[in-house]
C-alpha cells in the first residue's frame, strides 16, 4: 500500500500562484510513476501532469504546458505540482496518484493509488 496525503490548494485570483505537493508513505516512493489529476464539479477526472519514475520524464496535459510544472524528491518521498498563471479553468479538486506501471499512462483508471484531494480555486 501507498499513503498519500496532498497540500497546498486554497483561493488564488487570475494570474496567481499555488503549489501543491503529495508526501508519500508505504511501499517504496521510487518505485512508481506519480502524477496529478484533477476534477471540477460535474465533470470526469483528468490528468494533469505526470513524472517518471526511473529518468524524471515528465507530460503534461496540453492546457497546463508552460504554466504547471511537476518535480519529485525521492529522498523525500514527495511530489509537487507548481502552478503559475492560473486561470478560472484551473478550477477543481487536485489528486496525487502513484502507478507503478510501466510507461506514462494518462488514463486516471490505470492509476493504483490515490490521495484525498485538495481544492483549488481561481476566481476571475
Known amino acids: 500500500q501507498v499513503q498519500l496525503v496532498e497540500s497546498g490548494g486554497g483561493l488564488v485570483q487570475t494570474g496567481g500562484s499555488l503549489r501543491l505537493s503529495c508526501a508519500a508513505s508505504?511501499?517504496?516512493?521510487?518505485?512508481?510513476?506519480m502524477g496529478w489529476f484533477r476534477q471540477a464539479p460535474g465533470k470526469e477526472r483528468e490528468f494533469v501532469a505526470v513524472?517518471?519514475?526511473?529518468?524524471?520524464?515528465?507530460r503534461y496535459v496540453e492546457s497546463v504546458k508552460g504554466r504547471f510544472t511537476i518535480s519529485r524528491d525521492n529522498a523525500k518521498n514527495t511530489v509537487t505540482l507548481q502552478m503559475n498563471s492560473l486561470k478560472p479553468e484551473d478550477t477543481a479538486v487536485y489528486y496525487c496518484?502513484?502507478?507503478?506501471?510501466?510507461?506514462?499512462?494518462?488514463?486516471?483508471?490505470?492509476?493504483?493509488?490515490w490521495g484525498q484531494g485538495t481544492q483549488v480555486t481561481v476566481s476571475s
Open positions: 508505504g511501499r517504496t516512493f521510487s518505485n512508481y510513476n
Open positions: 513524472i517518471s519514475r526511473t529518468d524524471g520524464t515528465t
Open positions: 496518484a502513484a502507478s507503478g506501471a510501466y510507461g506514462l499512462i494518462v488514463i486516471p483508471q490505470y492509476w493504483t493509488y
